[in-house]
């Protein structure tokens, strides 16, 4: 699978101004690729999702603090176990799991039935560093394969695909970037009026200084697929 990339910086965003200094951002990004790389490479192999753009999630959602956050949502890519369950057994039966998938979940001990029913996923699950980052990654591939995942010339909707990943995917945000009918960060963002928590999670990614100007820059020989 061709692996699918985002250009950054968006010159019109600005990262908030807590988000930290760029040499901050940089490092925390180094660390993250140094302590989880090879599972993020596995990850945007079979998902197609690039390196740079799961590494700059991990750190926008977690830090890379691989038990930051609280209940079921919990782990470096700070989803919610409680939905794991339906959405992979989506990903068996549409036949979107690869061979690799498939092994490495089976490694956790999650083998799926005929029926695409496997072993109930749990919070403690989401503390598995290698598996969370799987889970996160095919996620992030079913929302690239939606119907606004991609523009007309296969660019990745990476904007939208922020705003249905943190919002939810049928949250009147999401709806309102669909509606934007926009690949653009920034039109995106502006579509957003009120919901300043997705608008800075935008700013973070996409903006001078955001993760993944940093990721594609100063990083861009670190982080490899």
């Not at 057994?89 to 089976?106: C, D, I, M, T, Y």
């Not at 919901?195 to 955001?210: D, E, H, I, V």
Request: charged share 15%; proline share 3%; glycine share 8%.
């Amino acid at each position: 699978m061709a692996t699918l990339t985002v250009s950054a910086p968006v010159v019109t965003l600005k990262a908030p101004t807590t988000w930290g200094s760029r040499s901050a951002i940089q490092g925390q990004l180094a660390t993250i690729w140094k302590n989880y790389g090879k599972y993020i490479q596995f990850a945007s192999r079979e998902s197609g999702i690039d390196p740079k753009i799961l590494t700059a999630f991990i750190a926008i959602e977690s830090g890379g603090k691989y038990n930051a956050g609280s209940g079921n949502t919990i782990g470096l890519m700070q989803y919610n176990a409680s939905y794991v369950n339906s959405q992979l057994k989506n990903e068996f039966l549409s036949n979107r799991l690869s061979e690799n998938e498939k092994a490495k979940l089976s490694a956790y001990g999650f083998n799926f039935d005929a029926k695409g029913n496997t072993k109930q996923y749990t919070a403690s699950d989401n503390l598995k560093p290698e598996l969370n980052i799987l889970i996160g990654s095919i996620l992030l591939g079913q929302l690239a394969d939606q119907p606004w995942g991609k523009d007309a010339n296969g660019n990745l909707n990476l904007a939208t695909m922020i705003v249905s990943y943190n919002s939810g995917m049928y949250s009147s945000s999401t709806k309102k970037a669909i509606a934007s009918k926009s690949t653009s960060p920034k039109v995106v963002h502006d579509a957003l009026a009120g919901n300043t928590t997705t608008q800075s999670y935008l700013r973070k990614m996409f903006a001078p200084s955001g993760a993944l100007d940093i990721a594609s820059n100063e990083l861009v020989n670190t982080i490899v697929a």
